[in-house]
């Protein structure tokens, strides 16, 4: 199938689209390759629960978070884990759509690593019943909240998002003409 659509001939994907898709593909793979790792290397049902010192600022540790983004909407039954499921699943299908419709490398980058991310935490949903976090920052009393590394790849996702909306001027090569004039 040629990327012109026969209806009209509109394309029925970005140029950007496949960068977006590696991007994905990336953020998913690194999460969960380093769960595999860790739940092989480390043993978790202990008790106490190891914690793995990395700096005096910084540990490994497993939480399991049965809501979304700071323990936000919590939930307990399974009938809340498949709807979180669903929620991430149809939000990822959205990115998806909008990813198909980019043309430049930026934000088809920030929307893949977005949608990676989420199908990673998705996808723990359906393995573990929660998304399981490891990393944990602390100074002091202070304490971020634990995080994985497809948490770190939606914010990315999201920051660049930001970034390229308040530094891209909107106007794509393609909309300008070929002899460089302006429309």
């Known amino acids: 199938m040629s990327e012109q659509d026969k209806r009209g001939g509109r394309r029925i994907h970005g140029p950007a689209t496949l960068p977006g898709l590696l991007c994905a593909a990336l953020a998913f793979l690194a999460d969960q390759g380093f769960k595999l ?6 043993d978790f049902d202990a008790w106490p629960l190891p914690r793995i010192r990395l700096a005096p ?5 497993l939480a399991w978070n049965r809501g ?4 936000w909407f919590t939930q307990q039954s399974d009938a809340g884990r498949w709807l979180l499921t669903a929620v ?3 939000v990822s299908a959205a990115l998806l759509w ?7 490398a930026v934000p088809a980058a920030a929307i893949g690593m977005i949608i990676g991310g989420a199908l990673a935490n998705a996808l723990d949903r359906v393995i573990h019943g929660a998304v399981a976090d490891f990393f ?11 995080f994985n590394i497809a948490d770190v790849a939606i914010v990315a996702g999201v920051i660049l998002l930001l970034y390229d909306s308040f530094t891209h001027d909107g ?3 393609a909309d300008t003409p070929r002899n460089g004039s302006a429309p």
């Open 37 to 42: 790792v860790m739940f092989r290397i480390v």
């Open 88 to 90: 991430a699943l149809a």
């Open 136 to 146: 944990w920052f602390h100074v002091g009393a202070f304490s971020w909240y634990v």
């Open 57 to 61: 600022f910084f540990d490994i540790v």
């Open 68 to 71: 979304v983004s700071y323990g």
């Open 98 to 104: 909008w990813l198909a419709r980019q043309r430049r």
């Open 171 to 173: 106007r794509d090569a």
